[in-house]
């Protein structure tokens, strides 16, 4: 079975740090193009970063230079270390998988999705 | 940054009834248009791709329309499942992926 589970969201200060963890099973996450989606509270969906199959990564401009996407293949992990917290870093953090089809190759929308974990950035 | 628009922001729907709703595109996405369907404390699920075609285990009372900029989800005859917030995404100015604000169906 496919599943993807999040870790590590917590309540931080402005200005601090926070590592997530997704863990994967049902396929390999070194296979396929990863994401990071989060979404703020009452607010839509905001795509966060991408590490693509050969291991290069992608960031939105409201996140470079403060968070860092990788990956651990022997564990079947997706990271996402965040530095520099903000406020407006505030949300739901969803990890998600890019749909791949033999027909049409990679298609950059997602059909897995972790269940989330939430960060809090408060004083 | 290509700038989806969703609207109406909220759609009172009656059970059995038909629903449509529109994303827009700040610039042409060609089909490169996803629709997700998101239940209170879920995450959200892929319901069609390419801007119209209907993703594994979507009923067939989803339907998906449009190409360039503008873009519609039906749901034919509205089930109590169905009533949930959807969003549109962009995928044709990949790495730079967007997502609409989104659309919440209610029940009238």
């Known amino acids: 079975e496919v599943r993807m589970v999040e870790s590590g969201g917590d309540l931080v200060q402005p200005g601090g740090s926070l590592r997530l963890s997704c863990a994967v099973s049902?396929?390999?996450?070194?296979?396929?193009?990863m994401n990071w989606v989060r979404r703020a509270p009452g607010k839509g969906l905001e795509w966060v970063s991408v590490?693509?199959?050969?291991?290069?990564?992608y960031y939105a401009d409201s996140v470079k230079g403060r968070f860092t996407i990788s990956r651990d293949n022997s564990k079947n992990t997706l990271n996402l270390h965040m530095e520099s917290l903000r406020v407006e870093d505030t949300g739901i953090y969803y990890c998600?998988?890019?749909?791949?089809?033999?027909?049409?190759?990679?298609?950059?929308?997602?059909?897995?999705w972790g269940q989330g974990t939430e960060v809090t950035v408060s004083s | 940054e290509i700038v989806m628009t969703q609207s109406p922001a909220t759609l009172s729907v009656s059970p059995g009834e038909r629903a449509t709703f529109v994303c827009r595109a700040s610039?042409?996405?060609?089909?490169?248009v996803a629709w997700y369907q998101q239940k209170l404390g879920q995450s959200p699920r892929l319901l069609i791709f390419?801007?119209?075609t209907r993703a594994p285990g979507t009923p067939a009372r989803f339907s998906g329309s449009g190409s360039g900029r503008e873009f519609t989800l039906t749901i034919s005859s509205l089930q109590s499942e169905d009533f949930a917030l959807y969003f549109c995404?962009?995928?044709?100015?990949?790495?730079?992926?967007?997502f609409g604000g989104g659309t919440k169906v209610e029940i009238e």
């Open positions: 995404q962009q995928y044709n100015n990949w790495p730079l992926l967007s």
């Open positions: 998600t998988r890019d749909l791949y089809l033999d027909s049409s190759g990679w298609l950059h929308t997602f059909d897995v």
């Open positions: 049902g396929f390999s996450v070194g296979s396929y193009y």
């Open positions: 590490i693509y199959s050969g291991g290069g990564t």
């Open positions: 390419g801007a119209s």
């Open positions: 610039q042409s996405v060609r089909s490169d």
